[in-house]
T-cell receptor, first 111, second 113 residues
Framework: KQEVTQIPAALSVPEGENLVLNCSFT??????LQWFRQDPGKGLTSLLL?????REQTSGRLNASLDKSSGRSTLYIAASQPGDSATYLC??????????FGKGTLLTVNP | NAGVTQTPKFRILKIGQSMTLQCTQD?????MYWYRQDPGMGLKLIYY???????DKGEVPNGYNVSRSTTEDFPLRLELAAPSQTSVYFC????????????FGPGTRLTVL
C-alpha cells in the first residue's frame, strides 16, 4: 500500500526566503506526482505535475523534483511571498491515475 | 469551460438521512474520482470511475455508492448518514491517457449531526 509522508508538517518563514518542502513515498512504481496548493476552506489548485519519467518541472518561482528510486520529491519555492501562505499537498499517482495524498505542509510566510 | 463543479457547497444532515453529492465536469474527461478530506489529513479516495458505466472502490468506500451513467456526471450517494461521514468531499477528473493530471472541484462541506 502506497504511503506518502510530508515533512515538515508546518513551516513559518520570513518573506523573501527560499524554502523546500519535502515529500516521500514508499512504493516507487508511480505514474506521476502532483503538487497542490490548498487555501483555508478552499479546493485544491494544481501547481506542478511530474511524470514518472521526468526529473523536475518548473513554473515561475516553483520547482519540483522527483527521484523515483529513492521515493522522494521536493517543492522549491523561491523568494517566498505572504501570498504563498497555504497548505501544500503532495500526491502520488498510481494505476488509473488514482492519487495517494500526504497530509500536507502548512506554510506561513511572514511579511 | 467551468471545469469540475460540485453541488451543494454546504449541507447539514441528520443521522440516518440520505443525500446525493453532485459532480459534473465539462472537459470530456473519462476518469473521475471522489475523495474525502478530514481535518489535518490528506485526501482519501472513496470511489473512482474510468468511464461511463464503470466504477470501482477506492480506499474508504464503506457507506457510499456511486454511479456513472454519462461521461460528465459522477454523483456520490450517502444512504444512511453517520457522524463519521462528516467531512469535506472533493470530486476530481482527469484525461484517460497521457498526462493524468487531476482537476478538482471546489468541494462540498458535509456535517452529520
Amino acid at each position: 500500500k502506497q504511503e506518502v509522508t510530508q515533512i515538515p508538517a508546518a513551516l513559518s518563514v520570513p518573506e523573501g526566503e527560499n524554502l523546500v518542502l519535502n515529500c516521500s513515498f514508499t512504493d516507487s512504481a508511480i505514474y506521476n506526482l502532483q503538487w497542490f496548493r490548498q487555501d483555508p476552506g478552499k479546493g485544491l489548485t494544481s501547481l506542478l505535475l511530474i511524470q514518472s519519467s521526468q526529473r523536475e518541472q518548473t513554473s515561475g518561482r516553483l520547482n519540483a523534483s522527483l527521484d523515483k528510486s529513492s521515493g522522494r520529491s521536493t517543492l522549491y519555492i523561491a523568494a517566498s511571498q505572504p501570498g504563498d501562505s497555504a497548505t501544500y499537498l503532495c500526491a502520488v499517482g498510481g494505476s488509473n491515475y488514482k492519487l495517494t495524498f500526504g497530509k500536507g505542509t502548512l506554510l506561513t510566510v511572514n511579511p | 469551460n467551468a471545469g469540475v463543479t460540485q453541488t451543494p457547497k454546504f449541507r447539514i444532515l441528520k443521522i440516518g438521512q440520505s443525500m446525493t453529492l453532485q459532480c459534473t465536469q465539462d472537459m470530456n474527461h473519462n476518469y473521475m474520482y471522489w475523495y474525502r478530506q478530514d481535518p489535518g489529513m490528506g485526501l482519501k479516495l472513496i470511489y473512482y470511475s474510468v468511464g461511463a458505466g464503470i466504477t470501482d472502490k477506492g480506499e474508504v468506500p464503506n457507506g457510499y455508492n456511486v454511479s456513472r451513467s454519462t461521461t460528465e456526471d459522477f454523483p456520490l450517494r450517502l444512504e444512511l448518514a453517520a457522524p463519521s461521514q462528516t467531512s469535506v468531499y472533493f470530486c476530481a477528473s482527469s484525461l484517460q491517457t497521457g498526462v493524468g493530471e487531476q482537476f478538482f472541484g471546489p468541494g462540498t462541506r458535509l456535517t452529520v449531526l
